[in-house]
């Protein structure tokens, strides 16, 4: 008898527990990623799938569980009606949690023209994967504080060596890094490039 009280207590107790750690893992499935982030603009192609976006912003790291985007997605369009805008640009941000950036996806594109061609990328600003902002010119080059190190910087981020022949003719060698500073050989420190 008293074994049978103890079931009838300990099964719902259980229950109970089940039903709290599903809901936390559920809560903790739509939360915000980052709990502060800079907002960045993000283009959607007008030939994208659902399933690409929702893909790039679980890779960039903008939602915790791509599945909980689909399901807010699909959620708030049928309430609503609506489904993501193509060719359109929205605001959104790694400190958003799932409902926002389900929310932002459904109502707030606005829309581009790409009829002349659009950036290669989706994100401005760039990002990396795992959601971090990659670094601009002028971060990946502030280690350039020479001629010697201009010349090393030259490549496919731009950079540029004056000609031998206005070498020979000035006696002076000059370097454009690729954020834009003008170094002299033989010289302390850099001015800006011309047009720079």
């Known amino acids: 008898m008293r074994k049978l009280k103890k079931s009838k207590i300990l099964l719902p107790l259980i229950i109970l527990v089940l039903v709290l750690t599903f809901l936390l893992v559920l809560q903790n499935a739509f939360a915000a990623p980052r709990k502060s982030a800079p907002s960045i603009k993000y ?41 993501i805008q193509r060719s359109s640009v929205y605001e959104i941000s790694q400190s958003m949690n799932t409902w926002q950036i389900a929310d932002t996806l459904l109502n707030k594109g606005v829309p581009i023209d790409c009829s002349h061609g659009c950036p290669g990328s989706n994100f401005d600003s760039e990002l990396l994967p795992g959601g971090d902002l990659a670094p601009t010119i002028k971060q990946k080059y502030e280690w350039v504080t020479t001629y010697e ?12 060596l004056s000609s031998e022949q206005y070498a020979q003719k000035t006696g002076i060698r000059k370097c454009v890094s690729p954020d834009g500073r003008e170094f002299t050989q033989g010289k302390e420190g850099w001015t800006s490039a011309v047009g720079g």
Do not use: N, W
């Open 43 to 83: 283009r959607v192609p007008e030939t994208a799938t659902t399933m690409a976006i929702t893909g790039d912003l679980k890779y960039y790291d903008f939602v915790k569980q791509e599945s909980a985007l689909k399901l807010a997605l699909y959620l708030e369009g049928t309430v609503k009606g609506k489904d």
């Open 149 to 160: 190190d201009c010349v090393k910087s030259i490549g496919h981020d731009g950079g540029q």
